[in-house]
């Protein structure tokens, strides 16, 4: 069983013990949360090598030693070695989170699959049944949910400070705060308008 959260990563240091497919996958995951990732491993995919290049991740160029993890709050083990990406999990203290790449049972938590749209995330598990299916699942995700919302996720964190600092009446706040997620506001170019006019509305009343 698996309790979902998003975790806040920004300054927080990361390691990724191994450089190559999949820890590159999950570095850029690491890098878009704003961590700061430290790459473990003797060799390194191109983009991880562009990466270490332009100083966006750290790079120890060597075999993983106990040592090298002691200051990240977030570890993923993705080396091709069953019984390394162990040890990593063996060396981490109990107030450090590891994944293996290729041991679900051992792993503190598992990497979903991900719609990123800005404030609008959209994560996908299968537990580790499918990964495959999970990819399908944000495939169609993606479609169902398109770049639009990143916008109307911006519009809708401004409106919604707006209104709980200018409504008082719980349920006027309740019923503006749904009105706002329809479907009208979501399609309308000119939302922004026509909040203002709600909320005008709004204070003649109150
Ligand atoms: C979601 C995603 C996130 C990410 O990695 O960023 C992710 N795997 C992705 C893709 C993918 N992974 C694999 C394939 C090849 C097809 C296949 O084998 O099925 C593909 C498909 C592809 O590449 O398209 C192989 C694979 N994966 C794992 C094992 C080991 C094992 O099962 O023991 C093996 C066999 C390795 C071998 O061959 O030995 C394990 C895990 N992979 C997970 C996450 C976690 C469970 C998530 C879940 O089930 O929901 C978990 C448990 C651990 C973890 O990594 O956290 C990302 C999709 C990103 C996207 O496109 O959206
Ligand atoms: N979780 C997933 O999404 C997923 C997907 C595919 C594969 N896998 C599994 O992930 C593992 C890695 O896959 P890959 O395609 O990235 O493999 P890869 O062969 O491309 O990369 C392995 C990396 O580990 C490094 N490495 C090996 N021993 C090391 C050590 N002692 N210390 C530090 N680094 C070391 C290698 O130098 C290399 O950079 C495999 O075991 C595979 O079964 C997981």
Redesign the pocket.
Known sequence: MTYPVFLELKGRQAAVVGGGK?AQ??VE?LLEAGAQVIVISPDLTERLQDFAAENKVGWKNKFFSPDDIKDAFII?A?TDDKEVNLLVKRSAGKHQIV??????EE?D??????VNRGKLKLA????????????KI??QLEKLYGGEYEGYLEFLHESRKKILDQVKDPAVKRQLLTAITDKEFYGDCDREARLQELLRTVREQE
């Open positions: 999949v996958r999950k995951g993923i993705a994944n293996l790449a290729d041991n679900q792993s938590f598992q990497v979903p699959s991900v996908v598990s299968t537990s580790g049944a499918s990964p495959i299916l999970a990819r944000r495939e």
